[in-house]
């Protein structure tokens, strides 16, 4: 990656994370096969288009379509001037919208647990009946406001789940469903929204996000609210 402009090295180890994680590396890698980051206080950066100081090799650049396979002088040379710089801003935009996507995932566990903890009134159920009456309700009508894709998403994804779905039965009835949302109802690009469910899907497994099935109905006093309120902030 070239940048028109500096980046601060954590916001880079950020992405470099980010892009580790949404290609899944971790899956392929062990202690002697494993992506790098660099730069650190140990390790500089590898150039190519240059010889490797061992085995005096050449050193191309490569490409994942092709197999890996190093390009010869001519052809690194090549790629090279053809590499259109970026600024700083692409990466710190994903970086920022990654970060208020889980914050949104968390904060939204956070308040359903604060809730499933207190006793509610006849006439206002924050239950599982009516989380699932909710799902369904999403799966049938679709989105109806701007604004609630995410939080609709991780519901409908724990409702598939609570159905008896396997993780990548869960990623697909959301990407069909995702598919014929009224595009006025959300503002995300359709493929960021993929990566999203993509997440979403992932949180929900392996941190085994359920619906919660315990203390149907409650009672709400000022003080529990002023509890929930703080175990939410």
């Known amino acids: 990656m070239f940048f028109e402009d500096l980046i601060q090295i954590t916001d880079a180890k950020k992405f470099f994370d980010y892009v580790l994680d949404k290609a899944e590396v971790h899956l392929f890698s062990d202690a002697g096969n494993k992506v790098e980051f660099r730069v650190t206080d140990k390790l500089g950066i590898k150039l190519p288009l240059g010889k490797h100081q061992k085995t005096g090799e050449y ?33 710190l935009n994903i970086i920022e919208r990654e970060e208020l996507e ?41 989105l109806q406001i701007q604004g609630s894709r995410h939080k609709s998403i991780l519901l409908i994804g724990m ?12 990623r697909s009835e959301l990407y069909a469903w995702m598919e014929w949302q009224n595009p006025d109802s959300y503002t ?34 000022l003080d529990e609210v002023k509890w929930i309120i703080e175990k939410c902030l």
Do not use: W
């Not at 992932?202 to 085994?208: F, L």
């Open 102 to 142: 889980i914050e949104d995932t968390e904060k939204f566990i956070r308040t359903e647990d604060a809730i499933s903890h207190h006793k509610s009134l006849a006439n206002y159920e924050q239950s599982e009946e009516y989380s699932i009456s909710r799902a369904q309700e999403l799966l049938k009508n679709g």
């Open 59 to 91: 050193c191309g650049f490569c490409l994942v379509e092709d197999g890996l396979k190093v390009m010869n002088q001519e052809a690194s040379e090549a790629y090279l001037l053809s590499i259109t710089k970026m600024t700083s801003q692409r990466i």
């Open 159 to 170: 409702y598939l789940k609570y159905c008896g779905l396997e993780r990548e039965d869960c």
């Open 188 to 221: 995300t690009p359709l493929e960021d929204c993929y990566k999203d469910i993509d997440q979403v899907v992932k949180d929900i497994y392996e941190r085994d996000y359920n619906l919660s099935a315990s203390n149907k109905d409650l009672t709400v006093t």
